[in-house]
């Protein structure tokens, strides 16, 4: 079906009068300053993200009011209010302190969807502790590893992933000193070497003054997605509240009276920036799904926790679309008024699908675990163009750019002025969220710099409206015959056709056009793989794409690898199609 290229808002689109409606108004305010403004700083001075998030609420008139929702199958709910937190994060951080843990150490997390890993985080974050939460499905290895290179000192986990998953790499972690164990089921724990996290906690205060951190101060250490390569651990510091704070704001206009629901996992940065620290601010209650995806489940939590703003990934999108229809049909949302979407591109046919199915369009925003919060953003008041990422939020200087020289260093880059042409994208320093290093790769964070602008490894073009459209990223684009191929332009036709769930494409080395095109897909819910069905997509791309740019080879494959926080592993298909060692898959979903 052909959709309009814009979906144009009107008043009626607007359930609450969202934040911002003028553009260049807003972009021409100092939002940096108006959103420090907004936060409290602490008493002596300083700045701290779990302070900002939690105490300043607990003080005032949101001390009852439900912070965050745990939800799980079968479990009744369990809610903490903002006072609550404030309680148990002041224990915790009492808890490092008799440890002898204190500001500019290291603490993991590694466990489900837990309260314990809330308060953990935020406890970790007022006690000047940097933390990293790590995705509770990865094996030893990834573990070891992410510890070792961070030189964790204290490790939260619940008993059952400490017997499978730590015990046997405990010996190769010689920083480790501390590692507290969480009760799955609320009794004790009593494993040797180990702390218990109840016993800790039960004796701990409940009165503690935040540690006075500065804005430059490390808090947070997330590691990459490892869509591209081996996973980088990505230096945040306290400063970036003010990114948080104002991101909650203009990029998911999240208002005091909202519910809602970020699906992502603390294991990577979306989880914590918008899962943790973003809705707290906002002082809105956030609901945490203990479950893994479940396309009835999830709409059915959309319609009884009567979530108003939606936060969630193409992958999510994707499977929701790939099931029955009718599972949606089943539900009404009354209450949602805001879907946004994060982590790959959105294809225009899923902008449609929101439209569609839920009765809201997805709003596309990009950002990256080294930008710390979202950057370029499609927002309620403003027209979409699906499949574009929308425009540089207010603070932000966005821009394309072409390098100089091929291997330079530093980088040599020039700004594209016209619009429509390709080119990297690039932001100029000093949002109060960008990251401030690689760990120990120091020579790899300064290649992403060229002067004033940070260079983002992701291809895009900007159109003479202002509005951001990715390519690919750039290690993925496909040089064919003398064109450059974006695999996303590709990937989003071939979703048009009504049998594909999903489409990953790669450049295969071919003697006569350099690479060629081919396609990965994967089907819908009852769609059956046949011979006369990769001719129909074939044909299909070849009419809309012209033969250049359509694929020339098209596969089925039930799935496409992704990584734990859903993206399409791009070189993993490539590896696997030319038969090369396919590199690092500690972050490959369903990997060990
Ligand atoms: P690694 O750096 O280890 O290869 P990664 O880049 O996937 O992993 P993340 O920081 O989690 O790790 O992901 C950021 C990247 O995800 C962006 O650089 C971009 O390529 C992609 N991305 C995020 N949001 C969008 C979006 N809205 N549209 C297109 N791409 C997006
Ligand atoms: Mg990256």
Redesign the pocket.
């Known amino acids: 079906m052909d959709h309009p290229a814009v979906i144009h808002k009107t008043a009626s689109d607007l359930r609450l009068p969202p934040h911002w409606a003028n553009y260049e108004a807003v972009r021409r305010e100092d939002v940096w300053g108006m959103a420090r403004q907004a936060l409290q700083g602490l008493p002596g001075g300083g700045l701290n993200i779990g302070f900002e998030a939690v105490d300043r609420h607990a003080g005032g008139a949101l001390r009852e009011h439900c912070a965050l929702r745990f939800v799980a199958r079968d479990q009744p709910a369990l809610e903490l209010s903002y006072g609550e937190l404030a309680r148990l994060s002041n224990r915790f951080a009492n808890v490092l302190q008799g440890l002898g843990i204190g500001k500019g150490d290291r603490l993991f997390v590694l466990a489900g969807r837990l309260p314990a890993l809330y308060v953990a985080v935020l406890g970790a974050l007022k006690n000047g502790t940097v933390v990293t939460p790590l995705f509770s499905a990865f094996g030893p290895e990834p573990i070891a590893t992410r510890i070792a290179l961070g030189a964790g000192q204290v490790l939260v986990t619940t008993e059952a992933l400490y017997q499978r998953k730590v015990r046997q790499i405990r010996e190769r972690l010689p920083t480790l000193r501390h590692v507290i164990l969480v009760a799955e089921d609320d009794g004790d724990t009593d494993q040797p070497g180990t702390l218990d996290w109840a016993r800790l906690m039960a004796s701990a205060s409940e009165q503690f003054s935040t540690v006075p951190t500065q804005a430059d101060d490390p808090a947070l250490l997330?590691?990459?997605?490892?869509?591209?390569?081996?996973?980088?651990g990505?230096l945040h510091v306290h400063g970036a509240v003010v990114t948080h704070y104002a991101t909650g704001r203009y990029a998911l206009d999240l208002h005091a009276q909202d519910r809602f629901w970020c699906t992502a996992d603390p294991g990577?940065?979306?989880g914590t920036s918008y899962g943790i620290i973003a809705p707290l601010l906002h002082g809105v209650t956030s609901l945490i799904d203990r479950e893994e995806f479940d396309a009835e489940r999830w709409y059915s939590l959309l319609e009884q926790e009567r979530i108003s703003v939606w936060y969630t990934a193409?992958t999510a999108i994707r499977m929701l679309m790939k099931a029955p229809v009718e599972l949606a049909q089943r539900h009404r949302w009354p209450a949602l008024r805001f879907v946004a979407?994060?982590?790959?591109?959105?294809n225009p046919q899923a902008v449609w699908w929101g439209q569609q199915v839920l009765g809201l369009p997805i709003h596309?925003?990009?950002?990256?675990?080294?930008?710390g919060g979202i950057m370029?953003a499609n927002t309620p008041a403003f027209d979409i163009k699906p499949g574009s990422?929308?425009r540089p939020l207010p603070g932000i200087e966005a821009c394309i750019v072409e390098h100089l020289e091929a291997e330079g260093e530093p980088p040599r880059v020039r700004v594209i002025e016209t619009p429509d042409v390709e080119g990297e994208?690039a932001l100029k320093r000093g949002w109060p969220s960008m990251f401030r290093g690689y760990l120990n790769n120091e020579a790899r964070y300064q290649k992403c710099f060229a002067g004033e602008l940070y260079l983002?490894?992701?291809l895009?073009r900007v159109d003479a409206d202002g509005y951001y459209w990715?390519v690919?990223?750039a290690?993925d684009v496909i040089k064919s015959a003398g064109h450059l191929i974006g695999p996303?332009e590709v990937e989003s036709v071939l979703m048009e056709h009504p049998a594909v769930a999903e489409a990953g494409v790669i450049g295969k080395p071919d003697a006569l056009l350099g690479e060629l095109v081919k396609a990965f897909v994967s089907l819908k819910d009852g769609q059956v793989a046949s011979e006369p069905l990769r001719l129909d997509i074939l044909a299909h791309a070849r009419k809309r794409l012209g033969a250049a740019v359509a694929p020339k080879e098209i596969a089925f494959l039930p799935t496409l690898p992704r990584?734990r926080?859903g993206?399409i592993m791009r070189r993993l298909l490539k590896a696997r199609e030319l038969g090369l060692p396919e590199g690092d898959t500690s972050?490959l979903e369903g990997g060990a």
């Open positions: 997330h590691f990459t997605s490892g869509t591209t390569g081996t996973p980088k990505a990577w940065v979306t193409p979407s994060v982590g790959e591109p959105l596309d925003n990009w950002w990256q675990t080294e930008t370029i990422m929308g994208l983002t490894g992701d895009a990715f690919g990223r290690d996303f990584t926080s993206k972050t």
